[in-house]
């Protein structure tokens, strides 16, 4: 099961993420060692859109757990 943290799911909006993207980033994504003995998950996605202005092919999404 994977829950996101509310403070979490408040910051998705402002980080251009929605919380389907977090869920098959940690299901499917690059796993890394952070900090705090914490994991970390990547995962890139096609955005073709404006971000703040700017135009992006892609998006990164990373995400961290307490596993």
Known sequence: ???IHPHA???LSE???????????????EQFIAKHG?????LN???N???NGKH???KQIEAYAVL
């Open 15 to 29: 980080r251009g993420a929605t919380e389907d993207e977090v869920i098959l980033t940690v299901k499917t994504g």
């Open 9 to 11: 799911i408040q910051r």
């Open 45 to 47: 996605f096609l955005y």
């Open 56 to 58: 992006y092919a892609s």
């Open 38 to 42: 914490r994991t970390g998950f990547r």
């Open 1 to 3: 099961m994977i829950i």
């Open 49 to 51: 859109n404006l971000w």
